[in-house]
């Protein structure tokens, strides 16, 4: 018997049947990445594949992969499930960042996409059709730009020829050394993958704010006649009505009341919930948010300091 | 996390010697715009000569290739040959080394299909020599003497770019358009020989009889000893041609050529090929029960 130590793991290899160096470094380098790799499930059917990001519990994935589900679980290759949260999601970059409640969890190891070269051997693991761990090999078949759904942007891809199917997205694509240099995205028809090169995740999670920024209210959007007090026509505005302020919270402590009617945040007109989470989400690095306010028949400006006990992990 | 990939085994060399051979070629590949749907690739096989796939020039003026560096430069057809589907291009100032030509393919090599579909950069799929194969008709009028066949992807885009080995040397011309979109290639050592040829007079020399001829059964007693069970019968003999001149006559059936059996049309094709143009050629007939050998000199199909 052949055995190799990997992270305190033994693999036991059957002597004779893996005789060739590369596959067994390929065994060897699987199984040390492996436990890294989660499967994603959505309440009801689907999902697809993770990765430990960070062993604190953060899981990248595709934002495809829980679009619209509120309840997101993740399951561990050593048979452990979480309840996830989504911390953040971005679909111009089809990217979400999940959130479990663990201190130990595997970190993959990530590596620097941009230095990837074409025909580098790259492995694909992922869940395809529900199908666990599986593994498929190629190579990286290009690298470019790809436009962005809707944006007018581009985004940068990495194509491979690994053979992927749906329940492969949102699993690492691993380099030779075993490292992650891309999240598995798109799939087209069988031999095609394009995956989200690992820099570009890297970058988005780094921007995002390391504590959830939150104001403490609940909200509804509305729709209203505002008079404007300089030309004195009527004006139909939408804005976000407070319908719940929650004590001791930025909100709170800035004086909000249920009844008020944020219509502008930060410079930004708020139309529904999802305006005033991106505004929270550009605004972290600034502890200061001008709010427009509409109370009692007149436009009001209130600042809300977002930074200051205590911080709550839930969203606004 | 173990962070401790960095002794790179014997896994990492081969995905750098992977990446190291896409390299080397990236260089001699070529985008080829000849057509109006998307571009093909085509590789620089000789200084200033460019080999792609016939298939994907539709057009013989207005015909424009980009390089690796992002130069887009115009080009001039050469020729083509439908049969083995290759046509040169000439270019003026592509200062561009060469590529390198490998060896005999061999069954189970990992192989690279390479080409530059795109202002992208170059793109790549992986896979093995599935098969040496051969002699096999191309659907196209034509005889392909060997093929390699291959399991890796052929992307919209890669027709006329190369197969190559791990060293990034040509080990044949791929294309999907020589049997229905299955990912061959023609073989380094006949693409070059065609392309030189094609440089030399345009186009592939094709042998000339001048007959008409439908394959026939040959019952026992009309073998006249020969073990082969079909042959062609002519079924007309133009005035002024090779057959006319060579002797051969309305109702001889045809069993052999240049001592190479003649069981139909194809395999007269096949031995109907350029290097026997001109040249007399003894032609076994089956003429009143008997063997009759005819000599017949090879013209050339226009």
Do not use: C
Request: charged share 20%; proline share 6%; hydrophobic share 40%.
């Amino acid at each position: 018997m052949l055995s190799t130590m990997v992270e305190e793991r033994t693999i036991e290899v059957p002597a004779g049947i893996i005789s060739d160096e590369v596959s067994h470094e390929i065994v060897q380098m699987l199984g040390r990445v492996g436990p890294s790799v989660v499967q994603v499930k959505r309440e009801g059917r689907g999902g697809g594949a993770g990765f430990v990001w960070r062993s604190d519990g953060a899981i990248v994935t595709n934002y495809h992969v829980i679009a619209g589900s509120r309840s997101v679980s993740v399951q561990m290759q050593d048979g452990r499930s979480f309840p996830a949260k989504v911390l953040n999601q971005n679909p111009a970059l089809d990217l979400a960042l999940l959130k479990v409640e663990a201190n130990d969890l595997p970190a993959a190891l990530v590596d620097d996409s941009s230095k990837l070269r074409v025909g580098e051997l790259v492995f694909a693991v992922g869940h395809p059709w529900g199908q666990k761990n599986v593994v498929t090999v190629g190579i990286v078949s290009g690298v470019g730009q790809v436009p962005v759904l809707g944006s007018g942007r581009t985004a940068q891809y990495v194509r491979s020829d690994v053979r992927v199917a749906p329940g492969n997205s949102g699993g690492p694509m691993l380099n030779a050394g075993g490292a992650v240099v891309g999240i598995t995205a798109m799939i087209f028809g069988g031999d095609m993958a394009v995956a989200i090169p690992s820099h570009v995740a890297a970058e988005w999670v780094a921007g995002l704010p390391s504590r959830r920024v939150m104001l403490g209210v609940a909200v509804e959007p509305v729709e209203f006649e505002l008079m404007l007090p300089v030309s004195k026509r009527e004006r139909r505005t939408a804005g976000l009505l407070l319908v719940g302020v929650d004590d001791d919270t930025p909100a709170s402590r800035a004086g909000l009341k249920v009844g008020d009617v944020i219509l502008a945040a930060g410079g930004r007109p708020v139309v529904d919930g999802e305006t005033l989470h991106d505004v929270l989400s550009d605004n972290t690095l600034n502890s200061n948010l001008q709010l427009h306010v509409f109370r009692g028949g007149s436009i009001n400006e209130v600042a809300v300091d977002l930074v200051g006990p205590p911080q709550v992990e839930t969203a606004s | 996390m173990d962070n401790s990939n960095g002794n790179a085994g014997i896994l990492s060399s081969l995905s750098n010697q992977l990446a190291d051979a896409v390299e080397r070629i990236g260089p001699a590949l070529v985008t080829v715009y000849g057509r109006q749907r998307l571009p093909s690739s085509g590789v620089v096989y000789k200084q200033g000569l460019v080999l792609t796939a016939e298939h994907a020039i539709e057009r013989e003026e207005d015909l424009s290739i980009a390089t690796h560096d992002g130069r887009k430069l115009t080009a001039q057809f050469v020729g083509r040959d439908p049969s083995s589907d290759l046509a040169v291009l000439r270019v003026q100032d592509l200062n561009v080394e060469p590529a390198q030509s490998s060896g005999e393919p061999r069954v189970g090599q990992l192989v690279l299909a390479v080409a530059r579909p795109s202002e992208d950069g170059p793109m790549a799929s992986q896979g093995i020599v599935s098969a040496v194969g051969g002699p096999v008709r191309t659907g196209r009028g034509g005889m392909l003497e060997k093929y390699i066949r291959t399991d890796a992807t052929p992307y919209p885009g890669f027709s006329g770019g190369p197969l190559i080995d791990t060293t990034g040397a040509v080990l044949g011309i791929l294309t999907t358009g020589l049997a229905g979109g299955v990912a061959l290639a023609v073989p380094t050592s006949i693409a070059w020989r065609v392309a030189d040829t094609l440089t030399a007079h345009g186009r592939i020399k094709r042998g000339y009889l001048g007959i008409s001829s439908q394959p026939v059964y040959l019952p026992e007693a009309q073998r006249a000893g020969r073990e082969q069970e079909t042959g062609l019968m002519l079924v007309r003999v133009d005035k002024d041609t090779p057959a006319e001149q060579g002797g051969l006559l309305l109702g001889d059936i045809l069993v052999a050529l240049d001592s190479q059996p003649v069981n139909d049309v194809d395999d007269l094709q096949a031995l109907l090929n350029g290097d026997r143009v001109g040249n007399p050629v003894p032609i076994e007939v089956i003429r009143g029960g008997q063997v009759q050998t005819l000599t017949v000199t090879i013209g050339q199909r226009d």
